[in-house]
């Protein structure tokens, strides 16, 4: 295991563990790697369950790591990867938007003289998903918001 | 169990019984549970058990040899050692007779 790679992965353990322990754990890697019987793969990822194994121990002393745990930390993980990677890429510029949400696209007005629009208070064309040849399904309604009183059967109004 | 005690982890336990055996440095603690225990600690996991025996006092740090840290169990360790093995011995024993009682 190359000394940045260990160095990286010591990193990740709690800095009172990691003065306190990180060069016999080193020391102990080298040992183990030198005697041949446990692959570096097996060395990395045992180092790195105990990394997360400590930071818990850090914040719950008394919690233990657990398969569910490591699931758990590990969906955590990916989900935020993927949010991460939804909200700052350019494929999917409206990743907040559910599925199936119509928006109508963007207007901008035309700067070509002679076709400029007129306002007219009316919700623009409905797209055409013209590959296809059908129309694509209106909106619906909006729901409006409700004041206080307007159209509740709450018993206590 | 005295009261009031947590009950030692089994990778806690595994430590202190290799060290009941005389101190020993990382290495040797994981050639020596593989040994009697057939199974392999990463050095993770090892230093973690040993930083947790170490703050509860169970364990303490001898002088380094080389680059090498050796480790020796506490009093207090080899008698929570005890209190957690003879509880177990005890629970084998009644698992073991009750298992008997069942299949005569």
């Given at each position: 295991m190359s000394h940045r790679l260990l160095r990286f992965i010591l990193a990740l353990y709690p800095r009172g563990f990691r003065r306190r322990y990180g060069r016999e754990v080193q020391d102990l890697v080298t040992d183990l790697e030198a005697s041949g019987e446990h692959s570096r793969i097996s060395l990395v990822g045992g180092l790195l369950v105990s990394a997360v194994a400590e930071r818990l121990h850090a914040v719950r002393p008394h919690a233990r790591l657990t398969i569910p745990t490591l699931v758990v930390v590990a969906a955590l993980l990916g989900a935020s990867v993927g949010l991460h990677w939804l909200g700052s890429?350019?494929?999917?510029?409206?990743?907040?938007v559910g599925a199936g949400t119509y928006l109508p696209p963007t207007t901008k007005p035309s700067t070509r003289p002679g076709t400029a629009q007129a306002p007219t208070g009316q919700p623009p064309p409905l797209p055409t998903d013209a590959a296809a040849g059908r129309d694509v399904p209106p909106p619906p309604p909006p729901t409006p918001y409700m004041t206080d009183n307007e159209g509740s059967n709450w018993p206590w109004q | 169990m005295a009261a009031g005690r947590s009950r030692l982890p089994e990778r806690s336990v595994l430590v202190l019984t290799s060290l009941a055996g005389g101190e020993k440095h990382g290495y040797a603690l994981i050639k020596d549970i593989e040994s009697f225990a057939a199974i392999t600690l990463g050095p993770g996991t090892l230093y973690g058990a040993l930083a947790r025996l170490e703050r509860d006092g169970l364990v303490e740090p001898q002088p380094a040899e080389e680059r090498r840290h050796p480790y020796r169990i506490t009093a207090e360790g080899r008698e929570r050692l005890h209190e957690h093995l003879s509880e177990s011995a005890r629970l084998a024993a009644l698992g073991l007779e009750r298992i008997a009682i069942e299949g005569t």
């Open positions: 890429g350019q494929r999917f510029p409206r990743a907040s | -």
